[in-house]
């Protein structure tokens, strides 16, 4: 079992629709979380970390299950430029920090 | 403020040849790591370096070899490439807090 699964998608979207993504995790002992953003053919960047209390960064809203070791990414008013590929990220809290990724979920959106 | 710098951009290989994948950060941070990203893969850790003097293999570190030459610098080695290390290739380091990890270009290489 992989110890970051997302849905791989794709996702086609119309502008201004709610799209969720939804990934999984197997570590219990995984102790922060990220979504990143993957441009076509562009190194990831950080979107948005994820806190257990849930978190919004304007149209973005993050949520996080530990008991179910589940998070989401919820995007509202999807707009073109939100076209991308969305990693999941957990990071295993150790001297190094390490981070393992999910394989990503593309998200097209289209007019 | 050029965050992490990777070279080079492209890479032709043929099977067998060597190479080595530069990578630099400016932002004095201890942990640097090579990653790789295959089609429906993800980023999978290929080796990571905690500190200056210190490097471990992470997840698929065959057919590798790193060093981590001061803090600021972090190589990656192909020894004798193979078709199967076709692939794009990120270095990154993450801040002290562990809260973001800033990655380079990448470098999409092919082997022949």
């Known amino acids: 079992r992989k110890e970051v699964e997302q849905d791989p998608g794709p996702f086609n979207v119309p502008e201004g629709a709610t799209v969720a993504f939804n990934c999984t995790y197997s570590n219990s002992a995984s102790q922060s979380f990220f979504w990143y953003r993957q441009d076509c053919r562009k190194e990831p960047k950080l979107l948005m970390s994820v806190y257990s209390s849930g978190n919004e960064d304007g149209r973005f809203t993050a949520q996080l299950n530990r008991a179910s070791q589940y998070i989401s990414l919820l995007i509202r008013d999807s707009k073109l430029s939100d076209s991308a590929t969305y990693l999941c990220v957990v990071n295993i809290l150790t001297s190094y920090g390490k981070l393992t990724f999910g394989q990503g979920t593309i998200l097209t959106v289209h007019p | 403020n050029a965050g992490v710098t990777q070279t080079p951009k492209f890479q032709v290989l043929k099977t067998g040849q060597s190479m080595t994948l530069q990578c630099a950060q400016d932002m004095n941070h201890n942990s640097m790591y090579w990653y790789r990203q295959d089609p429906g893969m993800g980023l999978r850790l290929i080796y990571y370096?905690?500190?200056?003097?210190?490097?471990d293999k992470g997840e698929v570190p065959n057919g590798y070899n790193v060093s981590r030459l001061n803090k600021r610098e972090f190589s990656l080695r192909l020894e004798s490439a193979a078709p199967s290390q076709t692939s794009v290739y990120f270095c990154?380091?993450?801040?002290?807090?562990?809260?973001?990890?800033?990655f380079g270009q990448g470098t999409r290489l092919t082997v022949v």
């Open positions: 370096s905690a500190s200056e003097g210190t490097t």
């Open positions: 990154a380091s993450i801040d002290p807090g562990h809260t973001e990890a800033f």
